[in-house]
């Protein structure tokens, strides 16, 4: 079995009992300071003005700056790592891959907090639900009811069900904690700068389209294994590919909604909508049928998917993995 296969392996294990521990620095704290003063930097650099239209040519040409330079570092700080660890002590080497892989995910950490909603809601204490959702969504919640609660934080998991868990898993299972790095950066710079509003408009654009690139196949894959892990927790599964079909593009992005779709259909609930976001409301087209109510209890069913639609691709991954390996 090739070795960054077995780092994988023990990384997603370690996501699985440890999450990401409040004490332990995490990389994509790195990238997030790196991108934050780099942006900075840029701006200052190139006299961007936050709402002139006349920058956009500017914002584009430092928003490339911005990709190139954060990735360089990103993998080139890693790889330097690895290599110089490596000519040290090739066990300690091999412990430091299994640990990069293991923060790479998001499995746990995300169960953890949306089950924060879900115990709020429990306890009938909207304002610590509505607190709580808040650190996982980037949608306005003060004025949220315990429906829109709930169905931010089902969608919050099932679109990261294939960013935060499922995506740097591919990307590790082909290229290891490298590939893992390199997709977190990606992905850390979407999140903090792919907005379309007047800072961000131009300057973010070669992050986004760049995260769209690369989520293209893990989202597919993603919405695959969760439709198997419908079938096999006993959900909707014909439902879940009805709306798939349906409603896959309805998301600005051609990858966000592959996974909530199926989520949707599996729980037979609707998803999405309009909502606030930095005080505006915005026109999202609904994902999914109004079959029933969404409750509480679809936070649970909806990290049950997560859960299950992972192992399935580690699974699927290493069995593919094993079987180059052994034709070599």
């Known amino acids: 079995m090739p070795q960054h296969i077995i780092m994988l392996c023990i990384g997603f294990v370690l996501d699985i009992l440890f999450g990401d521990p409040q004490f332990l620095w995490h990389p994509v704290q790195g990238i997030g300071k790196l991108i934050e003063q780099m942006e900075r930097g840029l701006f200052f650099l190139f006299g961007i003005e936050q709402d002139r239209e006349a920058d956009k040519r500017k914002k584009r040409l ?12 990103s993998v080139g700080v890693t790889v330097l790592l690895l290599i110089f660890i490596k000519r040290i002590c090739p066990e300690l080497e091999f412990a430091l891959g299994c640990i990069i892989c293991y923060q790479m995910l998001a499995m746990k950490s995300l169960r ?7 115990d709020s809601l429990q306890v ?17 919640t003060e004025d949220l009811t315990g429906e829109g609660i709930v169905k931010a934080a ?22 290891g904690p490298v590939g893992g790095v390199f997709y977190k950066a990606v992905n850390t710079m979407d999140s903090m700068v792919g ?3 007047d800072r961000y408009c131009y300057f ?14 893990p989202a597919r894959l993603s919405a695959a294994a969760m439709m198997i892990a419908a079938f096999l927790t006993g959900m909707d599964v014909k439902n879940a590919w009805n709306i798939y079909k349906r409603d896959r593009y309805n998301h600005k992005s051609p990858n966000s ?38 409750e509480a209890e679809d936070i649970k069913k909806a990290n049950r998917l997560l859960y299950i639609s992972s192992v399935i691709v580690l699974v699927l991954g290493v069995l593919v993995n094993a079987g180059f390996f052994a034709l070599r």
């Open 257 to 294: 909604a592959q996974t909530e779709a199926v989520c949707a259909g599996a729980l037979n609930v609707q998803l999405a909508g309009p909502a606030y976001y930095f005080g505006e409301l915005v026109d999202k087209p609904v994902i999914g049928d109004k079959g029933r109510e969404i």
């Open 204 to 217: 973010g654009t070669a992050a986004a389209r760049l995260d769209d690139v690369l989520n293209f196949v």
């Open 154 to 175: 089902v969608e919050t998991v099932a679109e990261n069900t294939s960013d935060g868990v499922i995506a740097p898993l591919f990307y590790m299972l082909l290229f």
């Open 112 to 118: 953890v907090e949306s089950m924060k909603v879900y």
């Open 62 to 73: 430092a928003g490339n700056i911005l990709v190139i330079v954060v990735l360089a570092v």
């Open 195 to 197: 907005y379309r509003n």
């Open 124 to 140: 009938g204490d909207m304002e610590k639900a509505r607190y709580a959702v808040s650190m996982i969504v980037g949608r306005d």
